[in-house]
C-alpha cells in the first residue's frame, strides 16, 4: 500500500498561555510565562500553590449554556480548542463527506473536578442511604466526566462519523492521540482526523496527589520561575491545564479542497521503558525517537528542532537529554532543543497536544520558542535549550517529544511544506 501523505490544516488552543492560536504563540515567542499563584482553589495546605491556570475563558464562546454545564471542564477545553481547529481548517463551512472524518482527542485524568463536585454533593455513602443520596447524583455525572465525551461530543456538532475514540496514555495522551490518527489516515480509516488533548487538573484531589509523589515545584515565592527545565536549581514542575488540537489531513484531499498547510507529519514512534510507573528510564525515551525518525525515514543529521518534554523534574529533565545524545549522537548538540513547558506549565494528558501546535507553528515560522528560566543551566544538561529568547532558524524538520507514567513513550516527526 502506498503511503499517503499527511498535513496539518488546522490548529486550536486553550492553554495558561491564551486561548486562540495567534495570542498563544505570541506569548510563548516573547517568553510570557502564564503561571502563577493557584485562584481555583484555597491552595495554602499544600506545599506547592503555583500553577498555569488557564485565564479569561468563557465556554459561551463555543458551548450554548445548557451543553455546558453537562460537561466538565478537561471537555470545555477539548471542545473549545476543538472549534477552533476545525474553523481554522474551514471544515465547519466546507460540508465535507463526514463519513471520511474522524475525532481523536484524548485526555490523561478526565472530569476529576466533576468527580470531587459529585463528593461534596453526596457527603453520605451511597450505600448507606441510597434512596436520599441517590437523588442528588445528576444524570449527566457519567458523560460530565468519562474522556471520549470530547470527540463524541465534537463529532456530533459537526457531524463526523469516522473513527471516533479517546486515548489515554498519561502525559503522552495527546502525542499518541495525534500518531495514532496519523495511521488511521494512512490506513485509508479517515481522510481527517481531529486529534489532540485537554486536562483540567487544577483541583485540590490532583493537586494533593502529586504534591504527594513531591512531584511539583515548591517555589511559591517566586511563580514565574517557577518552572525551570534543565535549570540546576529545578525543583518540580507545575501544573497547568488546557487543550491542543489539530487538524490532520491526507494532503491530497487537502490540496483538492485548497486548504492552507501550516506542516507535513512525516513520523511517529513509540515505545515502553519496562522499568518504574513513575521514575524516568533513558532507552525506552531513546528508542522511541529512533523509531519516529526511522518511521520518517530521517537520518538524525537531518533534524534541526526539538521540542522536549522537558517537565522541570531533576530526573525526568536529564534522562532525557541523555536519552537525545543517545539517540541523536554527536548531532545532538547542533539541535535547538527547548520546552514550552517552562511557560505553560504540564498540561498532564493536554501536553502533547500545545506543543505538537507549537512544533508545527515553529516549522512554519521558521523560529524556535525560548525556554525560559534557565538562570543556572545544569552541567549534566549540556545541550543547546534555547535559553531567554527566541530564534529565528532554518527548521526543515523537527520532533516533539511527551513520556508519561507508566514508562510510556511518543514522539512525533514533522516537515516544513
Known sequence: MARRRIVI?????VSPVGNT???????????????????????????????????????ADYLSSKEARRMDEFIHFGMAAGIQAVRDAGLDQAQPDGERIGVCIGSGIGGLATIEAG??????????????????????????????MISGSLSIRFGFKGPNLAIVSACTTGTHSIGDAMRMIGYGDADVMVAGGSDACITPTCIGGFCAARALSTRNDDPATASRPWDKDRDG???GEGAGVLVLEEYEHARTRGAKMYAELIGYGMSGDAYHITAPNMDGPRRCMEAALRNAGINVDEVQYLNAHGTSTPLGDKNETDAIKAAFGAH????????????????????????????????HHQVSPPTINIFDQDPECDLDYCAGTAREMKIDIALNNNFGFGGTNGTLVFRRV
Do not use: Y
Open 332 to 363: 545532538a548538540h547542533k539541535l535547538v532543543v527547548n520546552s514550552t513547558k517552562s511557560m505553560t506549565g504540564h498540561l498532564l494528558g493536554g501536553a502533547g497536544g500545545i506543543e505538537s501546535l507549537f512544533t508545527v507553528l515553529a516549522l
Open 237 to 239: 514542575f507545575v501544573m
Open 119 to 148: 463528593i461534596r454533593a453526596n457527603p453520605g455513602s451511597l450505600n448507606e442511604h441510597p434512596d436520599v443520596n441517590m437523588r442528588k447524583v445528576s444524570p449527566f455525572f457519567v458523560p460530565a466526566l468519562i474522556i471520549n
Open 9 to 13: 490544516t488546522g490548529l486550536g488552543i
Open 21 to 59: 492560536v495567534e495570542e498563544a504563540w505570541q506569548n510563548i515567542l516573547a517568553g510570557r510565562t502564564g503561571i502563577g499563584p493557584m485562584s481555583r482553589f484555597d491552595p495554602s495546605c499544600f506545599p506547592s500553590r503555583v500553577a498555569g491556570e488557564v485565564k479569561n475563558f468563557d465556554i
